[in-house]
């Protein structure tokens, strides 16, 4: 295979700014995972419930914005939803060491700091979703999400192995310089993208309605079998994963006495797991079936969680550490099918609703999850709680097993049954812009 058969859309110039802004921004946010709570747990000494309300304070933008951040998206253009919410974020987070230098860093300023950082995500999330078919057009999906997703595993090790060192080096507190630099050039680079989809048409005396925007996006992620099960098996899944990760780094700390090296070695370890998912998916998919595989590698992959809780102090806790391996193995082949699956099956006017629903609905429990994890290692403890999450992620499949994902291949076949063509331009290069495509897609 040649060199150029092998770099695909890496040879556009738009799409490999964006493949390098999404490095960027994954590596910001890879280090926020680490350093956040360790601010908290380790810097403000704060205790397990108060860990839980922060976890929860970092996803609970999908509550507040979660909806109507679709329905405004599919008003503009994407890519400078992209920018400011990359910016913006990249400001937040200077502001945390700096109010740590200044002696005035408290856990409620965390907590404020993590709300907001959440709505500018969901934002930033939305519109990258929406922006991709635009960019690479309809044809290029699994392509295109294959190699981001590569890219963001490749950061997920990365991330926490660098975070480790300077986290010990630095301080938790000085370490978020780090990610604002890394969302700042981001935004630089995803600004930089020549490329613009066209402006979202509307009737020439439409006067946008938000509610009626919200409630066509909302009803049609309910009404449609697939997508209805893969939501309420997100649901679960990410009620589980939160409660599971809520009380994690307080295990390893804690229970497992690891040093943020050690636990930065570790978290890097499941970013391995997630680069390996990242370039089996499309042969896995091919082989398996791109419906299928959705919920076959979360059946196969999230009883391995329940290695943790085993752990001990010593080298136990690595080899635990494959679960979590495995976990983000799993989920990066099952997320790549997903997306492209997804938006096989949603129409380009739809689009940003559909994402936001989506993202609204399966990150609801999150926030909730991020609670239940600081209440329940509160009273059960860390070990306990990780048990809870475990099980409650290896349930998550069983939604799509009772939807008709658990037979289907494709989401070509699907979305032609379902109201809607899926092919549209799908085809064209990407160097053709597919203006005024009016398919589908998720």
């Not at 990359?86 to 700096?98: E, H, Q, S, T, V």
């Not at 589980?240 to 295990?251: D, E, G, I, N, P």
Request: hydrophobic residues 50%; positive net charge.
């Amino acid at each position: 295979m040649s060199s150029s058969s092998r770099l695909g859309l890496l040879k556009e110039r738009d799409f490999g700014l964006l493949f390098a802004a999404t490095a960027l921004g994954q590596l910001g946010d890879r280090i926020i995972f680490l350093a956040l709570p360790l601010v908290a747990i380790a810097a403000l000494h704060v205790d397990e419930f108060q860990v839980g309300l922060l976890a929860a304070m970092t996803t609970g933008g999908s509550l507040l914005v979660g909806l109507p951040a679709g329905a405004w998206v599919d008003r503009m253009r994407k890519r400078p939803v992209m920018v400011f919410a990359d910016l913006a974020r990249a400001l937040l987070l200077l502001a945390i060491p700096l109010a740590w230098w200044a002696d005035r860093l408290t856990i409620w300023w965390l907590y404020v700091a993590a709300l907001v950082h959440g709505v500018l995500t969901v934002f930033f999330d939305v519109a990258y979703a929406s922006y991709l078919p635009h960019l690479v057009g309809r044809g290029y999906l699994v392509e295109g999400n294959a190699k981001l997703s590569a890219i963001r595993s490749v950061t997920s090790i990365g991330g926490p192995a660098a975070a480790g060192p300077l986290v010990g080096l630095v301080g938790a507190p000085a370490t978020l310089l780090a990610s604002s630099c890394g969302m700042a050039l981001s935004g630089l680079l995803a600004l930089s993208i020549r490329r613009h989809e066209p402006k979202p048409k509307r009737e020439p005396r439409e006067r946008p309605q938000l509610g009626q925007e919200i409630k066509e996006g909302l009803l049609f992620v309910l009404r449609h079998p697939v997508l209805r099960g893969i939501m309420l098996a997100d649901a679960i899944f990410g009620l589980s994963l939160a409660t599971y990760q809520a009380m994690l780094l307080v295990f390893l700390e804690r229970e497992a006495g690891l040093q943020p090296f050690g636990i930065g070695l570790l978290l890097s370890g499941m970013g391995c797991g997630a680069l390996l998912g990242a370039l089996l998916t499309t042969t896995v998919s091919r082989r398996i079936g791109q419906g299928r595989v959705i919920w076959i590698a979360s059946l196969a992959t999230c009883p391995l969680t329940a290695l943790m809780p085993l752990a001990t102090p010593g080298w136990s806790v690595y080899v635990a550490a494959i679960g979590l391996s495995a976990l983000s193995l799993g989920g990066v082949i099952r997320v790549v099918a997903q997306s492209s699956f997804q938006q096989a099956l949603t129409p380009d006017r739809l689009l940003g609703r559909m994402s936001a629903t989506a993202r609204f609905v399966s990150w609801a429990g999150i926030p909730l999850g991020g609670l239940l994890g600081g209440a329940l290692g509160s009273t059960l403890g860390a070990t306990a709680t990780l048990w809870i999450g475990a099980a409650g992620m290896t349930s998550s499949v069983i939604p799509n097993l009772f939807s008709p994902l658990r037979t289907s291949t494709s989401g070509l076949g699907l979305g032609l049954g379902l109201g809607g063509s899926a092919s549209g331009r799908g085809g064209e290069p990407s160097n053709h812009h597919p203006d005024g495509v009016d398919s589908i897609q998720p």
